[in-house]
Each structure stands twice: as structure tokens, then as C-alpha cells.
């Protein structure tokens, strides 16, 4: 179900209201980062969808495909191709466990999640070197309280 949109106060829209400016920001920040990141995800013949496949097996190896899509947020079909992909290109496993299959990286998986994911790391630390230590983690708490906020929301 979609949510409904507010009902018009009759006020004309503005963008000098502080959670308006807060979201475009928000919105263009991560847009910009997100291009930048794609482009060097390309370099390794990957798109983001399959980056975050990668990193999350990597992560936690064992997972089933449902735990997969609902820790990535998306449907059991969406992820199943992005699966299929990413077995074409050896990098991941499944392997039978009961009635489910797990998920694992192949050792080919492994050495791309062993070199990619501390590259991010070190990128991401980059491309926030603008706020000190202690902005970016107020940043991430006050970003965890809208998350919790939306989350109660839905």
C-alpha cells in the first residue's frame, strides 16, 4: 500500500524549510557518491546490486537466499538473477543444506570481497574526510534516528 500524500494546507512550497534542505542534500549527496562509486564497481565488471551481493555473503556466508533479500531490501526473484549472474562468473555458491541452499563466496568471490571491501572502506572514509571523526558519527546517529523514525512509520 502507498502511503498517501499530506493534504494540502494551502501553503506554498518552500525549500527554505530545514528538513526540505536536510533531504535534498541528503538526496544529492548520495546520488553524487553512488555515481562515483558505480563507476569504480565498472572497473571490476560489477554494478552495485552485485557489490552488495558480494559484500553481504562475504560477510555472513551461509545465508539462505530469502535472508539475502531481506537484508538487501529486495524481492527473492530480483535477487535470484543477480545470483545467477554472479555464479556465472564463479564468484558465489550455492550449496544444499536441508531443504534450503546457502550462499558462499567461491575462493574467486573471496579475493574480490577481500580487495574490494577494504577499498570501500578506505574510500567511503574518504569521501567524508570533510567532517571530522566526531561529525561523522554524529551524522550516523542522527541518520539512525530518521531510520528508526521511518521504520515505526511503515
Not at 494546507?9 to 541528503?26: D, E, I, K, Y
Not at 553524487?32 to 553481504?56: E, K, M
Not at 555464479?87 to 550455492?94: A, D, H, K, V
Not at 567524508?128 to 561529525?135: K, P, R, V
Amino acid at each position: 500500500m502507498k502511503d498517501p500524500l499530506p493534504h494540502s494546507t494551502g501553503r506554498r512550497a518552500s525549500t527554505a524549510r530545514p528538513a526540505v534542505l536536510a533531504w535534498l542534500r541528503m538526496i544529492r549527496l548520495t546520488g553524487h557518491v553512488g555515481r562515483r562509486w558505480t563507476r569504480i564497481l565498472q572497473t571490476h565488471d560489477l554494478n552495485p546490486a552485485q557489490f552488495n551481493v558480494i559484500a553481504t555473503i562475504g560477510g555472513a556466508p551461509g545465508l539462505t537466499q530469502r535472508d539475502l533479500s531481506h537484508k538487501l531490501l529486495v524481492t527473492e526473484g530480483n535477487v535470484s538473477q543477480l545470483l545467477r549472474t554472479l555464479e556465472r562468473r564463479c564468484l558465489l555458491e550455492r550449496r544444499s543444506a536441508g531443504k534450503e541452499k546457502q550462499l558462499y563466496l567461491t575462493a574467486n568471490g573471496q579475493t574480490l570481497f577481500g580487495a574490494l571491501i577494504p577499498a570501500h572502506e578506505d574510500w567511503l572514509v574518504e569521501q567524508f574526510g570533510a567532517l571530522s571523526t566526531d561529525e561523522q558519527t554524529q551524522l550516523a546517529d542522527l541518520l539512525r534516528r530518521l531510520e528508526r523514525a521511518q521504520r515505526e512509520r511503515s
